[in-house]
């Protein structure tokens, strides 16, 4: 049986095709030990990230790239200095207006700085605990979906996923994201089951703080949410324009103040960041055309022989001369763009040049932790649990279908994976949102194998658990 909200799923308590009863035996066990199960599956999540941050982590600096950014442009923040380019005021003295990335992790950082936790590590700590959250979130969601024994399934894989718990020792935005986007999804589907404007302004909130993390989120809107409120039959027209019109305003009101603040800053103006030009320009060159890093990106992009350098001082102005060169050079070499645009894609979705993607991983995008250099193990097995849970996700994802439920919500991040991927380059942190439907997915069908092997002998003809 379908709600009527839009085909998610058989009614709570029930499966397609499964007898009610059936299912609660098959399932009670799990409703029963839901909660003290999923609170040991969070401390052992909590653990192994503590882990890789005290262990690992505990002897990385901060001396460059995007973990410096924000650390350091949040302190300034604390300190009442505003948003500020770090690297312009600490290495080099210069007092010069920041805004390479969104606001959203800048933030987070400052008020961790207002209340006294302001160093590398203690962040970093704090961001555990977050991740912590995300393995909770992705245990609800996959509950919803598909029973209590999924969402222990999506605990336990959350918890001990490397290609989630990395992140969150590396201080970077996407911990925040993943998060974000799992609480996107919950609320989606609750959304689909009761269509009210509370459920959707949670959808909205959790992708514009997750935009505000990482900007290509905000595609996710046209990608999830406008199909979600037009699909909703059960509303009228009326009604569906009124909540698409309350999810377009909550990032627009997001955002403006971040805007109007630019306007104050740059000559030209910046709604999201001034990196866009700068990625683009990273990721199209002879460089990145062809030999070693065919598809992927080299900082050498940005400097001479490659191009030349823009001088504009103006960081809004200098980003579109990056994004004109970019646009330029792909325009010049239009008929290579397919070639590089699949090696991306399979770089993102571990598809091309597999072995050489655990060194640019571990060297680097320094996701192996510790020392630049040092033991690669850890992105090698991060490699092999996502080949080992992707055959899983995928039966996940036909399961659902086969219960009529709707996937679509599940395979925005995917979408918007392979998007961003083809349009800069493909690295392992950008899946980063994908990652949380590879969980999920994988723990339905591991959630119906776990079903089917503990239902009684007389019901296995049977269970084929929600």
């Known amino acids: 049986m379908a709600t009527a909200a839009g085909n998610l799923h058989a009614p709570e308590g029930t499966a397609e095709g499964v007898p009610p009863d059936h299912q609660d035996a098959d399932q009670s066990w799990a409703a029963r030990w839901f909660v003290p199960a999923l609170v040991g599956i969070s401390a052992v999540a909590l653990a192994i990230r503590v882990a890789f941050v005290l262990i690992r982590q505990s002897a990385v600096e901060l001396v460059t790239g995007d973990a410096y950014w924000y650390h350091f442009q949040a302190k300034l923040v604390a300190e009442g200095r505003g948003f500020l380019h770090p690297f312009d005021f600490y290495k080099d003295g210069i007092v010069a207006p920041g805004a390479d990335h969104p606001p959203g992790f800048v933030l987070i950082l400052a008020a961790l700085d207002v ?58 935005v996407e911990t925040v994201f993943i998060l974000s986007t799992a609480l996107a999804l919950l609320c989606c589907y609750r959304y689909l089951e009761t269509p009210s404007l509370a459920w959707l302004a949670g959808v909205a909130a959790a992708l514009t703080v997750g935009a505000m993390h990482r900007p290509e989120a905000l595609a996710v809107f046209g990608i999830l949410v406008l199909p979600m409120v037009l699909g909703r039959r059960a509303l009228d027209w009326r009604t569906r324009i009124v909540h698409l019109a309350v999810a377009a305003i909550i990032p627009i009101a997001s955002f403006a103040p971040w805007a109007l603040y630019n306007m104050t800053r740059f000559e030209a103006p910046v709604l ?118 992707v055959p899983f996700a995928i039966a996940g994802l036909v399961l659902l279908r ?59 003809d049977h269970a084929d658990v929600r």
Not at 285 to 305: A, I, K, M
């Open 272 to 389: 999201l960041s001034t990196g866009a030009g700068q990625t683009l320009a990273a990721g199209n060159c002879d460089l990145t055309y062809s030999g070693t890093f065919l598809g992927f990106y080299d900082t050498n992009c940005l400097r001479e022989p490659q191009i030349v350098e823009p001088t504009e001082p103006d960081r809004s102005l200098r980003d579109g001369e990056y994004r004109e060169i970019a646009l330029g050079y792909m325009s010049e070499h239009r008929g290579e763009l397919p070639k590089v645009m699949a090696a991306r894609v399979g770089r993102v979705w571990h598809l091309y040049r597999v072995e050489q993607s655990i060194g640019l991983d571990g060297f680097v995008e320094g996701r192996a932790g510790g020392e630049p250099g040092g033991d690669f193990r850890l992105v090698r097995e991060a490699l092999w649990a996502y080949y080992v849970l």
């Open 115 to 172: 209340i006294g936790i302001d160093t590398p590590q203690g962040q970093r700590l704090v961001m555990c605990i977050v991740g912590t959250a995300s393995v909770v979130v992705m245990a609800l969601l996959a509950r919803r979906l598909a029973g209590p024994i999924a969402g222990l399934a999506a605990a336990g894989v959350a918890a001990v996923y490397p290609n989630i718990w990395i992140n969150d020792g590396m201080l970077m």
């Open 402 to 460: 086969r219960r009529r439920v709707a996937i679509y919500p599940l395979l925005a991040q995917p979408l918007l994976v392979t998007f961003t991927a083809a349009a800069t380059f493909g690295i392992t942190r950008y899946r980063a949102g994908a990652e949380v439907t590879i969980v999920v997915a994988a723990a339905v069908a591991i959630g119906a194998i776990v079903a089917h092997l503990s239902a009684p002998a007389g019901r296995k």
